[in-house]
């Protein structure tokens, strides 16, 4: 493809060199081969200008950078927002892209809702994939990319290689690091959802506002004009979920509301039953009993807002409600590994912010009789700001807590736990993961429940950054099991 037929494709004036063919798109100069348009971004740890010139010298033809930069020996593509217009120029080269791509942000629950959204679209037959935290998963295999949006690159190159082997349907999470970064856009995006907003991140963003202001760059501009915005709007009103409708309103967007207070799907009872929960749901005039075949109010919250998705892209109505009712839990979310020697179920959760662990205990406290024992840690590197509050939210809601590791990565793990610590009254702290798990699960009764938070479907515990960076196997469901083996046999 000609670079002058891309920029016209982009809007984009070509500065130089529009017969050149272009072979491919990098945003890493070590990636750039003959032919290549390359996007030199700032970035929190360098400055991508600053390999413009060595990028040129492997082959870049053009390069997408502010006017400031210095760029001799190729097209410089001087804009204002590299990374947008990067975007949209690559957007034009991988194609063609899936019919039907929908996309989900909020604080929690979008690796849950894009997931059930490409379950219920396989349900009723369409050839799904999800791309996000878990990775790309297709009709056929799941490949782990590492981050949960992609960078700009490989989340295209994904898609146009998803409509190549004949998907139609995708779902796709949208990080707030991925909104501000463009990370995820240049694909036309037929509905988007918003599922809740809490503290996370603040490391990253400046403040609540500046993270939300992130977050509704996918109401405001990712999405396709006339798309539509599923929002949830549950028991409790959140003022930040009501912005995020009133933001849909103001761009034109059909707006579909979710939840107790949902206007098109009305959640208008919900019944814990020993293995899910029975829903009471109205939607076109209609109303249906679920049994939703998952526990925890969250879970709902997720399930509507796909199903919301999947409507939104033309799902037939009788066939994503036959499909809700067939959903298969997320991995990581709410996972039973394993039932303890003394009888007490061990249950592994993503979550990871103070709002997430509130849901996933409120999840599991209808099923205790006994205590609910919760083990989880905060990440090194990551908002410090909200451990203490992780901690309050744990130990306000559990009966014992053990604070522990999770991906210290270049932080002291020690004061990691502190600050958690903080929060945390009366909870007890035991370093090493393996070590704080067997101690819940020897000390469960029969009556007792565990929750092991933080790690979900992760697979390694992070230890140090940078080069001196280590990801040692560890996986909390089988860890679980092990320690609940070792227990029977007796062994310490
Ligand atoms: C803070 C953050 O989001 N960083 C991401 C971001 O990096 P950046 O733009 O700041 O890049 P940088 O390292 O400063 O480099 C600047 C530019 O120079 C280029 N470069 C750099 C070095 C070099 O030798 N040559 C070169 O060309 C880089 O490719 C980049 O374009 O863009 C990179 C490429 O897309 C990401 O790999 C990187 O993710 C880092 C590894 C990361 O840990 N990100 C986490 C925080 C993250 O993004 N998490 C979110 C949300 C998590 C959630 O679900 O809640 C996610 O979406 O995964
Ligand atoms: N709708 C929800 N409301 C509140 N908490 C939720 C909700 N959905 C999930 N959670 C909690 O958040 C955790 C993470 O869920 P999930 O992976 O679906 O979210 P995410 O938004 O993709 O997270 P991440 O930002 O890390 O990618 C769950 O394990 C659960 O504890
Ligand atoms: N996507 C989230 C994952 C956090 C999971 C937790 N295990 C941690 O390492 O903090 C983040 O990067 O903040
Ligand atoms: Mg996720």
């Not at 790309?136 to 949960?148: A, N, Q």
């Amino acid at each position: 493809m000609k670079l002058g037929k891309l920029c016209a494709a982009a809007g984009l004036a070509c500065p130089s060199g529009e017969d050149q063919a272009v072979t491919g798109f990098a945003i890493d100069h070590r990636k750039v081969a003959p032919g290549t348009v390359f996007g030199a971004f700032q970035g929190t740890q360098v400055n991508g200008e600053d390999y413009i010139a060595p990028a040129i010298a492997a082959g870049a033809i053009a390069v997408v950078a502010r006017a400031e930069a210095v760029v001799e020996g190729a097209a410089h593509i001087a804009v204002a927002q590299p990374r947008q217009t990067f975007a949209q120029l690559a957007a034009g080269f991988f194609t063609p892209v899936p019919e039907h791509i929908v996309a989900v942000t909020g604080t929690n629950g979008k690796t849950s809702t894009a997931e059930m959204t490409r379950q219920i679209w396989r349900m009723a037959g369409e050839r799904a994939a999800s791309i996000g935290t878990l990775g790309v998963t297709t009709p056929d295999e799941s490949v782990s990319t590492g981050l949960t949006t992609p960078d700009i690159v490989t989340f295209l190159s994904n898609m146009s290689g998803l409509a190549r082997e004949g998907v139609t349907h995708v779902a796709y999470e949208a990080s707030s690091h991925g909104l501000s970064q463009y990370r995820n856009e240049g694909v036309p995006v037929q509905a988007a959802a918003f599922t809740n907003f809490s503290r996370d991140h603040l490391d990253y963003h400046t403040d609540m506002e500046d993270y939300f202001t992130a977050k509704m760059r996918l109401f405001g501009e990712v999405v396709s004009d006339g798309a539509t915005a599923v929002v949830w709007l549950g028991e409790t009103d959140s003022d930040w979920n009501r912005r995020a409708a009133d933001h849909a309103r103001q761009r034109g967007l059909t707006l579909l509301t979710v939840g107790e207070q949902g206007e098109d799907i009305r959640l208008t009872s919900r019944k814990p039953t020993q293995l899910g929960q029975t829903l009471t749901v109205e939607h076109a005039g209609q109303q249906r009993q679920i049994t939703l075949p998952l526990i925890g109010a969250y879970q709902v919250a997720n399930a509507l807002t796909a199903a919301g998705l999947a409507l939104a892209t033309g799902t037939d109505a009788s066939l994503v409600w036959d499909a809700v009712a067939r959903l298969q839990p997320v991995r990581g979310r709410l996972e039973r590994a394993v039932i303890a020697p003394s009888g007490a179920p061990v249950y592994i959760d993503y979550a990871h912010t103070p709002d997430a662990l509130e849901a996933a205990i409120a999840a599991l406290r209808p099923h205790v009789s006994g205590r609910l024992i919760t083990v989880f840690g905060a990440g090194g590197d990551r908002d410090h700001g909200k451990r203490a509050p992780m901690g309050a939210a744990a130990a306000g809601a559990s009966d014992l807590v053990i604070v522990t590791d999770d991906n210290p990565r270049g932080e002291d793990p020690e004061e990691i736990r502190r600050q958690v610590l903080e929060g945390a009254a009366g909870a007890s702290e035991v370093g090493d993961r393996r070590a704080a798990i067997r101690t819940a699960i020897a000390e469960a009764g029969r009556d007792d429940i565990v929750l092991v938070a933080g790690k979900g479907h992760e697979v390694g515990q992070i230890i140090g950054s940078g080069e001196n960076m280590q990801v040692l196997p560890f996986d909390d469901v089988e860890v679980a099991r092990e320690c609940a083996a070792a227990i029977a046999r007796g062994a310490a």
